[in-house]
């Protein structure tokens, strides 16, 4: 049978994961506005290889569930903090050079990508649904290649997703000029906070 269909259905749901607004996006929005799309596209890496690691897992049979009970708490608790601490991080540089030597101290950049996603509630929400459905749907298809294949279009779905918030933020906002980037900086750091609060107290209550 041909693996064609779940490969392309890989690719669109990718793209349609990535265009959803949601922490990720948000991270690589602020980190390409704050150091230009060099430093965007690390903190994408960080976050789509992340992410492949977790589908190539998935599409070789390792077990994925969506985290129920106390380990859902904990993931969303450590998630959040993760959240407040990159939103407060926000603020605080927001006038800050890249060439900052405490600047440069600070997390790397594929580092946040990395825990954006692996610290992600949704992430696992969606590896236990939509990817396993289309990886399972796959692997029936075309055996182990074919969802491994299905996995790499997933993936690279998300990259070109991704890629564009990068580039907006990179190239479109930095444009705009010192004022204006200062004023969407401040913005998503606080959304960052604001997610990251709702995570938290969602997890203790």
Do not use: C, H
């Not at 690390?42 to 994925?64: C, E, K, W, Y």
């Not at 825990?115 to 992430?123: C, K």
């Amino acid at each position: 049978m041909s693996v064609l269909p779940p490969v392309l259905g890989g690719l669109g749901l990718g793209i349609a994961l990535a265009g959803a607004p949601g922490p990720v996006q948000a991270i690589l929005l602020a980190e390409s506005i704050r150091g230009g799309t060099g430093r965007g596209f690390r903190a994408q890496a960080g976050a789509n290889l992340s992410l492949a690691a977790l589908l190539i897992a998935l599409a070789l049979g390792v077990a994925l569930v969506a985290p129920g009970g106390l380990a859902l708490r904990i993931l969303k608790i450590a998630g959040g903090a993760l959240l407040i601490w990159l939103g407060v991080d926000g603020f605080r540089t927001r006038n800050a050079s890249t060439n900052d030597p405490v600047e440069r101290r600070r997390l790397p950049p594929a580092l946040r990508g990395v825990f954006a996603v692996i610290l992600n509630p949704g992430t696992y929400l969606f590896l236990a649904t939509a990817a396993s459905s289309l990886l399972t749907s796959a692997s029936k298809q075309g055996g182990a290649g074919a969802a491994l294949l299905a996995a790499l279009a997933l993936t690279v779905g998300v990259a070109l997703g991704d890629g564009t918030v990068v580039l907006l933020g990179g190239a479109g906002v930095r444009r705009a000029g010192a004022r204006v980037s200062m004023w969407v900086r401040s913005a998503l750091a606080a959304l960052l906070v604001a997610l990251g609060l709702w995570l938290v107290i969602t997890g203790i209550v």
